[in-house]
């Protein structure tokens, strides 16, 4: 039976999570695509060197000239989180966000369609269904499509092209649509990582506008065990909403975390807002929970207690 899978992205935050759940929990054997961009973290992947069940291919899925060596043989399954991922930047400059989160896309459902894959699971977002308003119930699947910034445009465009695929060609495609994911390896330039980070070197901690902007939290271990879910038992066609169910303003989690740390509020710096700041996202998932068993396991107080420990080991270890 062929259980090797590609995945791409997996030098990232979540990929790398991701690789190594499965290394531990499955006999999957698994190809990492990763382009290493500056998101990407080469010590997240180091640790995976030594098995027997994992080899790294240095490529770019929005590059053509690469597909012929990630496709010289036939996948189990593309779980594809390559991408571009953090707002600020698709701000800033928006093109690496249309090549690689689109263009990439395409490029992986054009081998799926010419059978160099069995099936493919494409890691979306909450953002893709845009902000709500305090009163509003959470986002389902059924939910409008609604992005509002070039990050979330790009996103919403490879679901679209996904959903395209798979009404069109009858392909076995999966979207998963997660909250915000944090926990080990993810980029200081996200908001936790940052917090933790600054407050561990008694930097100020930027806040964007009044800092009432609210996000559904997840630890990313928990995010992990639902598309492990996904890919196993997922229905091809459809989109899995995936959340914390942790809502909390980005305050309160610079609360929490310097409290945690014994560290002043004082360190709590307002800035100018970001441009189109979505206000609120919130994740129902209860389809994921009564479809495939699913729920989060590791309260947003645990996670943060571990991804504390995590950063504070990563600090002694580099001095
Ligand atoms: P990340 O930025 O930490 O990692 C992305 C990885 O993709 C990096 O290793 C990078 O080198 C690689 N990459 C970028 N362009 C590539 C290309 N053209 N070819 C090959 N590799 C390329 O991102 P993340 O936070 O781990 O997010 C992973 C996926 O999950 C993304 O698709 C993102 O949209 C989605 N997602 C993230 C969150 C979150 O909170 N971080 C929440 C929901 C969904
Ligand atoms: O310095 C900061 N100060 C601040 O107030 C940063 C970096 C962020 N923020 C705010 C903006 C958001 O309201 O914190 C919140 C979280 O910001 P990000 O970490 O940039 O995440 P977000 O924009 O919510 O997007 C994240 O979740 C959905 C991921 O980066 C996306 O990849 C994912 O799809």
């Known amino acids: 039976m062929n259980n090797h899978l590609l995945i791409t992205g997996g ?26 961009t500056y998101a990407s973290n080469t010590e997240a992947i180091k640790r995976f060197e030594k098995s027997s069940q994992y080899q790294f291919l240095h490529r770019d899925i929005g590059n053509e ?6 496709f010289d043989q036939k996948y189990a399954a593309i779980i594809n989180f390559a991408a571009e991922s953090h707002v600020d930047r698709s701000i800033v400059d928006a ?5 690689t989160n689109i263009n990439g896309t395409f490029n992986l459902l054009q081998a799926v369609l010419n059978g160099k894959a069995m099936k493919m699971i494409q890691i979306s977002t909450d953002e893709v ?18 992005p509002n910034n070039p990050y979330s445009a790009s996103k ?39 917090v933790i980070s600054n407050a561990l070197k008694n930097i100020d901690i930027p806040v964007y506008g009044d800092g009432l902007n609210i996000r559904d939290w997840i630890y990313v271990e928990d995010h992990c065990r639902a598309i492990k879910l996904v890919l196993e038992n997922g229905v091809p066609g459809e989109v899995y909403n995936i959340g914390g169910s942790e809502e ?12 945690k ?3 002043s509020d004082d360190l709590i710096h307002f800035i ?10 919130s994740m129902d998932s209860g389809k994921i929970a009564s479809k495939l068993g699913w729920k989060a396991l590791v309260s947003f107080s645990e996670g943060i207690d571990r991804t504390i420990d995590w950063y504070k080991k990563q600090e002694n270890d580099s001095r």
Do not use: M, W
């Open 95 to 99: 093109a690496p966000f249309i090549r």
């Open 11 to 36: 030098a990232g935050f979540i990929g790398a999570n991701f690789i190594s759940y499965l290394l531990k929990s499955s006999n999957y054997y698994i190809t990492n695509v990763d382009s290493l």
């Open 156 to 194: 919403a465009s490879a679901d679209l092209l996904v959903r395209s695929y798979f009404n069109t060609h009858q392909l076995p495609l999966t979207i998963t649509r997660c909250s915000n994911n944090y926990g080990p390896f993810q980029n200081a330039e996200k908001f936790i990582p940052k």
């Open 248 to 259: 909390k303003t980005n305050l309160e989690v610079i609360q929490l975390i310097l409290k």
């Open 129 to 146: 269904y845009g902000s709500l308003q305090l009163t509003d119930p959470p986002f389902t699947e059924e939910t409008p499509i609604a």
């Open 272 to 281: 100018e807002d970001r441009k189109g700041h979505d206000r609120r996202y």
């Open 261 to 263: 740390l014994k560290k």
């Open 65 to 70: 000239e690469d597909l012929d060596a990630i």
